[in-house]
T-cell receptor, first 114, second 110 residues
Framework: ETGVTQTPRHLVMGMTNKKSLKCEQHLGHNAMYWYKQSAKKPLELMFVYNFKEQTENNSVPSRFSPECPNSSHLFLHLHTLQPEDSALYLC?????????????FGPGTRLTVT | QQPVQSPQAVILREGEDAVINCSSSKALYSVHWYRQKHGEAPVFLMILLKGGEQKGHEKISASFNEKKQQSSLYLTASQLSYSGTYFCGPDLYGNNRLAFGKGNQVVVIP
């Protein structure tokens, strides 16, 4: 139990669908992250939030839309995705957005775009 | 810019030792190490900061050469539980934005 939960764990969606991924952390952390993990590729940082404010958008296409209503919850809204967006989407949190703070990862959502 | 991790894969028998490496082309504030088992979330192992400070699991041994921008993780007297993919994530500026490498796949066999 890492203290970071993600739902759903698996998601299959068509290219015209709209869906959302949810992440919740129970660690009292203030920074939250979205990562994309594709087969044979390293973890790619997508978005960073610090005290609910977005501080990083790592050139992510607009079909991915993050939302952070509070420091404990993070969403990733998906629409008109492409097959190459199929991947494992991981949420993580850390106490602060500063060097030296480990990140705690959730189990991920395995997304398949058909 | 992502670091280079080597070797890409290593197979070792229980009780053997191995070293896995992470090299960056840029100066680093710190290096994070995580281990991910198949189908599971990455788990934090260690952070090595410039200046010599380390933070993480006592049973994990690692080094950080600031001049060479390299970090090494030492798997000593390996156990079956050490199997997994090890990712290093350099933090260039001390802002916790990590650029992960492709990973070192470690398989420990009985």
């Amino acid at each position: 139990e890492t203290g970071v939960t993600q739902t759903p764990r698996h998601l299959v969606m068509g290219m015209t669908n709209k869906k959302s991924l949810k992440c919740e952390q129970h660690l009292g952390h203030n920074a939250m992250y979205w990562y994309k993990q594709s087969a044979k590729k390293p973890l790619e940082l997508m978005f960073v939030y610090n005290f609910k404010e977005q501080t990083e958008n790592n050139s992510v296409p607009s079909r991915f839309s993050p939302e952070c209503p509070n420091s404990s919850h993070l969403f990733l809204h998906l629409h008109t995705l492409q097959p190459e967006d199929s991947a494992l989407y991981l949420c993580a949190s850390s106490l602060y957005l500063a060097g030296g703070h480990e990140q705690y990862f959730g189990p991920g959502t395995r997304l398949t775009v058909t | 810019q992502q670091p280079v991790q080597s070797p890409q894969a290593v197979i070792l028998r229980e009780g053997e030792d191995a070293v896995i490496n992470c090299s960056s082309s840029k100066a680093l504030y710190s290096v994070h190490w995580y281990r991910q088992k198949h189908g599971e979330a990455p788990v934090f192992l260690m952070i090595l900061l410039k200046g010599g400070e380390q933070k993480g699991h006592e049973k994990i041994s690692a080094s950080f050469n600031e001049k060479k921008q390299q970090s090494s993780l030492y798997l000593t007297a390996s156990q079956l539980s050490y199997s997994g993919t090890y990712f290093c994530g350099p933090d260039l500026y001390g802002n916790n934005r990590l650029a992960f490498g492709k990973g070192n796949q470690v398989v420990v066999i009985p």
